[in-house]
Every structure is written in C-alpha cells, then in structure tokens.
C-alpha cells in the first residue's frame, strides 16, 4: 500500500520518469530501506528502474565470527551488554537470546554510556559489543575516552564498527553493476558529501536523502536526472540535518580512540581498511586482548543468501528461505532479523 500522505504530482513524477535504459539504483542505508518499503515508493519506480539494498544494516553486516565471539564471551561469565537487535542475529550455533534464556547475563541498552555506568556499578567483567558505522562510532569513542578518566578496570568492547565507503568500494570494484547511490542521511551527518569523495572516479553519482517520503522521493527523482544525463557527482539534499563537510568533531573523536584496519562483512568478506580498532593507548578496553578466542566452526550448509541481498545481487524473496523457515520471528540470518533488515522490510511491507 502507497502511504496515502505522499504528494500525488511528486508521486506521478517518478511514476513517469522518462529513463531510456534500464537502471540499477542502491540505498546504502537500512533505514532508507525500511522507509521505502513502508511507504510503498517501490510501487511508484517505473518498471525498467530497479532499486536494491545495499550494506547499510549495522546487524545486517556482523560476522558470525562476532556473535559467536560474543557468545563466547557470555558463557565464559562476562557480562554481555549490547543493542537489543543483535539478541536474536543467529551465530553458528546460538544467539545471544538464546544464551541469554540459557542463563547468562546479557542486558539491553540503547547507548553504550549505559553500560559504562553498568560496570561502574558493579565488580563484573563488563563487555560492550561494539558494532555500528560512522554514526555510532563517535559515542562508542567518548564511552572509552570516560573509561579511562574513570580508570575503569572491568569495562571492555568487543570491537567491530564498520566504515561506509569502503563498502561502497567494495561493490564497485568487483564490477557490482549499480547507476547511482541513495547516500544515507545518519551516516551522511558525520562523513558530509566530502566524504563521498571517493565516488568521483568512478563517475557513479549519488544523493544524500532524509528520510521521509517526499524526501527519498525528490531525492530518487535527482539521483535518476543525474544518471539520465551522465552527471558522475554527488549533491546533498539532506541539507537540514547534512552540511556538505559533515561533523568534524565526531570523526576527531573516533580518530582519537580508532585506527583504521581491515575488516570482515557478512557477505562480503574481508574488506581493506573497512573496520575499526582500538589505537594503542586504548588497546587494554579490547577484551580480546585478554582471552584466546577457540578455532571458528564452518557455519552448516544451506544457510540464508543475506550477504547476496546486501551485495544488490538478488533481492529477498530470490533466497529459499524467505518467507518459508525465515520470517522475522524466526529468523535464519540477520537480514531477516535488524529492524534495518532488508529481508524484514520485504516480508513486513511486501
């Protein structure tokens, strides 16, 4: 169903947009994803316009590797404290929320200065799993710069923050066949559009969008104009919320406590300089600097195709499991699983 609030003119704008070829059109952001899809905008592309997920999804992206590090973790006594949509991402074996059922000791928290003041009020070992882009980094670097003006002993992470535009390279550079990019708003509020800098060689345009209808609308009319007419440049129409150089205290903060390193997607593998890492001074908040981690399973054959729908290479209901042993309250892998999840937008919203 089209949201009924949506502009009829803007609407039948895009309904009628004149494209002379096919075109492949990706939304970075999952919460781009989810908005679409709730509004029915994909109902209003013309047919020979396609618009795909990409790996955008926080949830969507985390390793087994991560989740079974972290179940690890939670059976070995720590006290696991993390955001509420990682309970239920599927791991190798278990999930934090069956592990949680099972006895351990993992708490919900929607900042991770929550579970400083959690081990502030306790004599736990205390884990923060870490994960999330741009946006989140920046709070996760003021929590252990807190840490250690706190001289907090039992306060650790679990590291596994991602970066953007590696990610966006990654695609690229494997010759993803993508026209142009629906750039998302939160991880636009730090990057900027000079962060999207990247972009230029390979003369694929982009645009910053909000994240209301009229605004992913009139910023998919744009993108497609840009692409209609070989414009290889990105333009910020989030300028409300987005300045073009985007938040420099934010990237000083994670510059401070991060170093860029190479890191694994689900889906995508590992990816050069895509992840983050404590520096130096910070490395005593990495738990993994104080356990050995046991030899990774072989997740078991026949498991979800959510790396494929992050990739843009199929859409969700092209994997057998969608809709049939995955829905969103039993999932098989996280796309089904994130509120971001773009597998949980198709099955939610159709």
Partial sequence: MI???IDARLAQTLRTFPSPRPLKVMEVCGTHTMAIRRAGIQQLLPPQIRLVS???CPVCVTPDSFI????FLARQGYLIVTFGDMLTVPGRESSLAQERTAGADIRVVYSPLEALEIARDSNRQVVFLAVGFE?????????LLQARKKKLANFFILPGNKLIPPAMTALLTERTIIDGFLLPGHVSTVLG???YAFLKPWAIPGVISGFTP???????????ELIVHGRGTVENNYRRVVRDQGNPRSRAAIAKVFTVADSDWRGLGNIPASGLELRSEFARFDIGQRVAWPKEKQRPAGHCRCGDVLRGTIDPPQC???GRGCKPGHPKGPCMVSSEGSCAAWYTYG
């Fill in 214 to 224: 009229a605004e992913i609308i009139s910023s998919l009319l744009r993108l497609l």
């Fill in 193 to 195: 559009k000079d962060g």
């Fill in 3 to 5: 949201d009924r609030t």
């Fill in 320 to 322: 057998p499991q969608f």
């Fill in 68 to 71: 079974d590090r972290a179940i």
């Fill in 54 to 56: 990409g790996p955008g």
């Fill in 135 to 143: 946006t989140t980094a920046p709070v996760i670097a003021l929590t």
